[in-house]
């Protein structure tokens, strides 16, 4: 049985086309994920499955009584709002109930028989309805879900204005899940997930026997939780059973194949042409080459897959020097209202790779801003070695950029011609429409790799990165992997994704040693 079904959609953006004549359904029970690279479409795709979007052509079609819970990357929280307030929206409805129940109770006491009966009556059905789905024991529903998540370590009542961006994206992962939508849609759920946390969204959609449809870069995760695969390239998608390595070897088989009935084709059409042009002058044969070239006109044209440009990254090493220690921290405390650490003491060495982890919310980018003096320390200091270079990539770009990519770089760069500043952007796999789009309206891997342009374009002989794999396609992330082996300075990078970084840090720091918090 279809849930969803998407017929003949078409779609573009001024002159580019995002979709041409697109098909796509979700069967009842089916795990799928939407994969391509960046700029391929699939955000555009959920908008348009959502509504948030109207096709230029085609229709898309819900089944009745279906209930779509949608998780995307920009998802907001109320300010002001405590964690609980937020978690207790996923049961409005029920709270409505609720208070209509209560307001019908008020009408009894003034109402005559007749009219009592009627509303005992309906009361009655409300009652029997916030029984059954389970309002009474909401708070339990409320901190099982959050515990699965470490909300409960946070704390319910802590104030949403006070989170990390990780934080937040679990408090609004908890509200959907506990929405039990009849179908689920998250894009890209496991960006600012700890291990611990991805473990227990991996255990929950194992199990979860509705359909879902993901948008993910995380190949682990695909792997473990979907069992049908949607590509997303050249403006289709095409269906795939199985998971991300059962797509890869399909993919590639059918790649192959394609390749080979291209090169047939082409000979055929060499042959043909061939005939045509020696035959078509003499009157014996002219008559074979029209037959041959009516054939010719009725080939359809095999094209071969067009296979986007990879990104290329490298990192360029300043030409100075700096001395054998980089930082040296001295009983330091990273925190702002409060502490988040107890005092620690290390010393960061010249030529050092270091991985940070730990879960969310104990000051990992607060580390790193402490280290490069964009904060204070709370208590303790930090000394940053003679001859230090740094570059920095930040987390998260500014919600409200509104220059495009192409003044991003120039604003940085003033002194580059257009033509250098479109060809750096290129370079690290932006299309000339991408280089045109406001930072903003970019998705997150298009944004991540316009400002990752910035870093390369500078000489540093020490590399600070905070989380710069987020969003990013398979093919950034192996150019980012061998770019980051490559570089001869040193690495301090903070991840949620070892399968990235264990084959060349030289150290891992996890902060849940040096937290002031229980974990």
């Known amino acids: 049985m279809s849930v969803l079904n998407v017929e003949h959609v078409t779609h573009g953006f001024g002159e580019r086309q995002i979709f041409n004549d697109v098909s796509f359904r979700l069967l009842?029970?089916?795990?799928?994920?939407?994969?391509?690279?960046?700029?391929?479409?699939?955000?555009?795709?959920?908008?348009?499955?959502?509504g948030a979007l109207l096709p230029d052509k085609g229709k898309v079609e819900w089944a009745k009584r279906v209930s779509v819970g949608y998780l995307d990357q920009h998802s907001s929280l109320q300010p002001g709002s405590s964690i609980r307030d937020v978690l207790c929206l996923a049961f409005h409805d029920l709270?409505?109930?609720?208070?209509?129940m209560f307001q019908l109770y008020e009408q009894i006491n003034k109402a005559d028989e007749n009219e009592m009966n009627n509303l005992l009556e309906e009361a009655a059905e409300i009652q029997t309805t916030l029984d059954h789905s389970g309002f009474y024991t909401l708070d339990r529903?409320?901190?099982q879900m959050a515990a699965g998540f470490g909300l409960l370590e946070i704390g319910l009542d802590r104030c949403v204005d006070e989170l990390s961006g990780g934080q937040r994206s679990k408090v609004l992962l908890t509200k959907l899940l506990l929405q039990n939508p009849t179908i689920l849609i998250l894009d890209e759920p496991t960006n600012y997930l700890d291990d611990n946390h991805i473990q227990w969204l991996v255990n929950y959609l194992q199990n979860y026997e509705n359909a879902f449809l993901l948008v993910s870069h995380d190949i682990p995760f695909i792997n473990q939780v979907c069992n049908i695969i949607y590509h997303v390239s050249n403006a289709t998608i095409t269906r795939y059973v199985g998971n991300y390595d059962d797509f890869e070897r399909l993919y590639e088989e059918k790649k192959k194949q394609i390749e080979k009935d291209y090169e047939r084709q082409q000979k055929q059409i060499e042959r043909l042409e061939d005939f045509i042009a020696r035959n078509k002058a003499r009157v014996a044969t002219r008559g074979m080459a029209n037959s041959r070239a009516k054939q010719l006109e009725k080939i359809e044209v095999i094209e071969k897959i067009r296979e986007k440009n990879k990104p290329v990254f490298h990192f360029k090493m300043a030409s100075v020097n700096p001395g054998r220690i980089v930082y040296e921290a001295r009983d330091l405390v990273i925190g702002y209202e409060s502490p988040l650490t107890k005092p620690i003491s290390f010393q960061i060495e010249k030529g050092q790779k270091i991985a940070i982890c730990g879960v969310n919310g104990l000051g990992k980018s607060t580390l790193l801003k402490t280290i490069l003096g964009i904060i204070p320390p709370y208590d303790g200091s930090i000394v940053e070695g003679d001859q230090v270079i740094a570059g920095y990539f930040e987390q998260e770009d500014s919600k409200n950029n509104q220059r495009t990519a192409l003044e991003e770089l120039w604003a940085t760069f003033p002194r580059m011609s257009n033509h250098e500043v479109r060809t750096e952007l290129a370079r690290v796999g932006l299309s000339s429409d991408n280089i045109t789009s406001q930072m903003q309206v970019l998705s997150g891997g298009e944004n991540a790799k316009a400002r990752l342009c910035k870093v390369l374009l500078r000489k540093h002989n020490v590399l600070v990165l905070d989380e710069p794999t987020n969003h990013l396609d398979s093919d950034a992330k192996?150019?980012?992997?061998?770019?980051?082996?490559?570089?001869?300075?040193?690495?301090?990078?903070?991840?949620?994704?070892?399968?990235?970084?264990?084959?060349?840090?030289t150290a891992i720091w996890n902060i849940e040693s040096w937290t002031t918090k229980i974990i």
């Open 141 to 143: 529903r409320i901190e």
């Open 95 to 100: 709270f409505l109930l609720e208070q209509e």
């Open 28 to 50: 009842k029970g089916e795990h799928v994920a939407l994969v391509g690279a960046n700029g391929e479409g699939k955000s555009t795709f959920i908008h348009i499955i959502t």
């Open 478 to 505: 192996d150019a980012l992997q061998q770019a980051l082996m490559e570089f001869k300075g040193t690495v301090i990078l903070v991840s949620h994704e070892p399968y990235f970084y264990e084959s060349f840090v």
